[in-house]
């Protein structure tokens, strides 16, 4: 029979500290290579082949059970935000369909308008409420940068392949 060797404790805390910290440093290096990818605008993250590796494994692992955005600590931001409509043009405002898709962001575009002919109906009686499908971003995922100067841009971009 075997004895069981007994390991230190503090050999094990020791070794799981490199793990970690070895995980967490690559972690923070694959986040900073999307977000320089992600905002990357001309060309966008598509055109430029260094960016391929990276942005691939994130769609890939956004997938994954237990997903957690690659983040940039060094850069100071954290997942991106997400808009999948556009404003509303002006003079509409933003309303819900039964079959909003967009995370609850508001699918239409809606407007009251008065339809009366001049001098019939009374002033309720005449308004109408027209809708409109609302527009989709084409790239509905942004970062919010902080520059030197405190100015924040904000860069948007897609996930399509």
Known sequence: MNPVRMIPI???????TCVSLTDSAEASEWGCE?????????????????????????????????????T?????????????YKECPPGWSVGTSNQDHGGGQGDLCIQVRNSCQSGYGGRDGCQETVTMARPRREDPY?????????KVTRHWFDLRK
């Open 142 to 150: 942004y970062f919010d940068i902080t520059v030197g100067d405190g």
């Open 72 to 84: 940039c600590p060094e850069a100071g931001t954290g997942k991106p935000g997400y808009e999948a």
């Open 34 to 70: 999307v977000l320089l990818c992600a905002s990357s605008s001309n060309p966008a993250w598509r055109g430029v082949p260094a960016c391929h590796p990276p942005m691939n494994r994130l769609i890939s692992a956004m997938g994954s059970w237990g997903f957690s955005w690659p």
């Open 10 to 16: 503090a050999t094990i805390l020791s070794a799981a």
